[in-house]
């Protein structure tokens, strides 16, 4: 059942090299599967038309990902010993970099980005996440004792192959762990830009425990972390290995019954809120434009695209927006056509405004910009609610 319509949107990291590059655009639409409890966005579009060997993203572009897979990795360690290490989309390896080479092995789709891995000297398989690419593995490697796979396997169409590919390598003792957005935390933020075309389902542990019993999986840990806004660590095992469940997956499904992730109802609330989200935001940023401030965004999010497109934000509104990673710069954001520039340190000579597209990393660039925050600049954020935050 479809609970948010956010309007025609184009594939969110295809950035346009000019503003006349044609782009195709779908309808983006989320649903709610009553029976499965899964949310997934209507438009499934598989991974060879998504990641390729142009991909724009690069998951080390902010120091609170690189410490977070730093400090996890060490926890990894520690409690492992020398168990040899699977990632599934290892992006630009880091999280892997903190691992012993001869231990680890990465599969990544986007060779591009796989490369930057491979510089570091990293071990990596640039395949699709599929059953032919975990037999392989198999033959190779043979079984893994620890699987880890961060914002990735959302990302996938064919979950059911996902997690067949993962009981090939799996030991039967073996450890898979998944972090993804919480859709629980999704709700409570008004996250709506979560969804885009590469996040094809946010998971609640009430639908991924689900989906797991079909594969003879199951959650025995569940670690709420801040990262992207609010994610779920979900620490899992293969049935036939007996583990003690941690209370953590009792309270973690106590909260999203509270909260009625298992109604309909309580997305179909969320749906009309976001609508009213973005007319506030709309609202804000009219006045901004009538007073002549200068507004410039932060962070060409792909969650950015969608809320540029589904409000209908162009470049008469906010001028450019300033990002970090190289493959973003001089192009422009789909859909809305508005210019990616270098990054550089924010300035009130420059900008008076500045609209976080990436708000999940808000703590972290409140301290880079403490001098633009003290001198008057401000920011626009739309989560939970839009509004304009200062110093
Ligand atoms: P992220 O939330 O990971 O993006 P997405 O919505 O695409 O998953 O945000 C990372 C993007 O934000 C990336 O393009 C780099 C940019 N960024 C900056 O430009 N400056 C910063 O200080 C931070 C933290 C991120």
Redesign the pocket.
């Known amino acids: 059942m479809i609970f948010l319509d956010l309007g025609y949107q184009p594939l969110?990291?295809e950035y346009l090299k000019n503003t006349n590059s044609k782009e195709k655009k779908y309808r983006l639409l989320v649903d709610f599967n009553k029976k499965s409890k899964i949310v997934s966005i209507k438009k499934k579009f598989s991974s060879k038309k998504m990641f390729k060997n142009n991909y724009?993203?690069?998951?080390s572009?902010?120091?609170?990902?690189t410490q977070s897979f730093k400090t996890f990795a060490k926890d990894l360690k520690k409690k492992f010993k020398k168990k040899k290490i699977l990632e599934i989309g290892c992006n630009d390896g880091v999280f892997l970099e903190n691992f012993n080479k001869s231990f680890s092995l990465g599969i990544e789709p986007c060779s591009n980005i796989a490369q930057l891995s491979k510089k570091k000297g990293l071990n990596v398989i640039i395949k699709y996440w599929n059953q032919r690419t975990a037999l392989k593995i198999r033959k190779k490697f043979g079984h893994f004792d620890l699987i880890y796979s961060a914002?990735t396997i959302t990302h996938i169409k064919n979950l059911n192959d996902v997690f067949k590919s993962i009981n090939l390598v799996l030991s039967d003792t073996g450890t898979l762990i998944i972090q993804d957005p919480s859709m629980l935390e999704l709700l409570k933020k008004n996250a709506y830009?979560?969804f885009?075309n590469?996040h094809i389902y946010v998971f609640s542990y009430v639908s991924l425990s689900k989906l797991l019993d079909k594969h003879k999986l199951y959650i025995y840990k569940i670690k709420n972390i801040s990262e992207?806004?609010g994610s779920i660590r979900y620490f899992i095992k293969k049935k036939i290995s007996k583990n003690v469940i941690d209370k953590s997956v009792k309270i973690q499904l106590q909260k999203e019954i509270k909260f009625g992730l298992k109604k309909f109802t309580t997305y179909k609330k969320f749906g009309f809120d976001v609508n009213k989200s973005k007319n506030k935001l709309k609202n804000i940023l009219a006045k901004l434009k009538n007073l002549n401030k200068k507004v410039i965004g932060?962070?060409?999010?792909?969650?950015?695209?969608t809320v540029l497109n589904y409000c209908n934000i162009g470049n008469d509104i906010i001028k450019f927006?300033?990002?970090?990673?190289p493959e973003?710069h001089n192009k422009f954001i789909p859909g809305v056509k508005i210019p990616v520039k270098k990054?550089r340190i924010l300035n009130t000579k420059e900008v008076d405004y500045a609209f976080l597209?990436?708000?999940?990393?808000k703590k972290?660039?409140y301290q880079?910009e403490k001098k633009f925050l003290k001198s008057g600049g401000k920011f626009i954020t739309h989560i939970p609610k839009p509004k304009i935050l200062s110093y």
Request: aromatic share 20%; glycine share 8%; no cysteine.
């Open positions: 969110a990291n724009p993203y690069r998951s572009m902010s120091k609170t990902m914002n830009d979560q885009y590469e992207h806004g932060y962070g060409a999010t792909a969650k950015a695209v927006f300033y990002d970090t990673t973003k990054y597209g990436a708000w999940n990393f972290e660039i880079k």
